[in-house]
């Protein structure tokens, strides 16, 4: 289970969970696959629902790569970058 994206649909409404899928080229069900641990998010992936979820209400938690992908979780760039 990825917990930091469950968390975040948790609080998301079906809207908000829209429209982070679409800022990130996804679908909502692919978020579902995601969050439940059914899939691994790609780097490609993880950085895309990131930067994504910068641009969602306040209300909303940042999603960060590292806590979704575990090619980021060790990449030293993503350390530095304090994604």
């Known amino acids: 289970m990825n917990k930091p994206l469950h968390a975040w649909l948790q609080l998301a409404s079906v809207a908000e969970q829209e429209k982070l899928a ?5 679908t ?3 978020l579902h696959q995601l969050a439940g641990g059914h899939h691994i998010a790609s780097a490609a992936k993880a950085a895309a629902l990131e930067h994504a979820s910068a641009r969602m209400p306040e209300h909303l938690p940042r999603l960060r ?6 090619a980021c979780r060790v ?3 993503a350390k530095r970058c304090g994604g």
């Open 28 to 30: 909502r069900a692919t």
């Open 75 to 77: 990449c030293e760039y």
């Open 22 to 26: 679409k800022l990130a080229n996804t």
């Open 65 to 70: 790569r590292t806590d979704m992908c575990p």
